[in-house]
């Protein structure tokens, strides 16, 4: 799936697959110079890995964090990468199947969302691609949320005066880059739902176009501004 994700970050970015460079965050923090020689950092990662149960790889993720946000690095950081800042910012994470999202959701932008530059092309609500059983309970001190699910509070945010921003969905993900990814993984699709995979498609799938300009808009008011 690794692969996979960069494929999709590079077709929502329309940008070719080899602008964009790895790294892997199991094996270490990248260097204060390799952050800064970046346009931009995208954080995705993989349902494998849980920023609440932790791991070896888990405080130099934390560390990498905290240097993009020092270093005022362009960030944007979708499902893992959304829930590894909160907590390495000051904010709280937690597993909870009950709040778990797999499929598509409709989001509600917030009043700071219809405000925002970026999130505000989204319009009132939206259709958004999901994935998730960790979620961000409590923001860090001073970011500020821009859209929200049924379940989900803090689906997208911001964070003012830095060039960062974190959504619990998955805007790099269309419905069928969504359908390729959890092909991979049928057991969590009825861990989650209670579906098997095709009553899954049929019921809980659709397409997510209002979010397809996302990350492109990012670019535009955030990274080349």
Not at 56 to 67: G, K
């Amino acid at each position: 799936m690794a692969p996979h994700e960069v494929r999709c970050f590079a077709a929502h970015l329309d940008c070719p697959v080899d602008q964009i460079h790895t790294w892997d965050l199991l094996g270490g923090c990248p260097s204060g110079d390799e952050l800064r020689s970046c346009d931009a950092v995208l954080l995705g990662g993989s349902g494998d890995y849980s920023v609440v149960k932790g791991g070896d790889w888990l405080e130099p993720a934390m560390t990498a964090m905290q240097m993009l946000f020092d270093n005022d690095i362009p960030t944007f950081a979708s499902c893992w990468g959304c829930q590894a800042m909160a907590r390495a910012l000051g904010g709280e994470v937690r597993t909870d199947p009950d709040s778990a999202e797999v499929g598509t959701y409709t989001l509600s932008l917030t009043d700071a969302g219809h405000a925002d530059p970026v999130f505000s092309i989204l319009g009132d609500s939206f259709p958004a691609q999901m994935g998730h059983e960790d979620l961000v309970t409590k923001l860090p001190e001073g970011a500020i949320c821009l859209a929200s699910s049924d379940r989900t509070t803090n689906q997208g945010w911001m964070i003012p005066g830095k060039p960062i921003y974190c959504t619990q969905f998955h805007p790099e993900l269309n419905l069928s880059q969504l359908l390729d990814r959890l092909r991979y993984y049928p057991k969590y699709v009825q861990k989650i739902t209670g579906m098997d995979y095709d009553q899954f498609v049929a019921e809980r799938c659709r397409d997510t176009n209002e979010t397809d300009g996302l990350l492109k808009r990012f670019v535009k008011v955030v990274v080349e501004h």
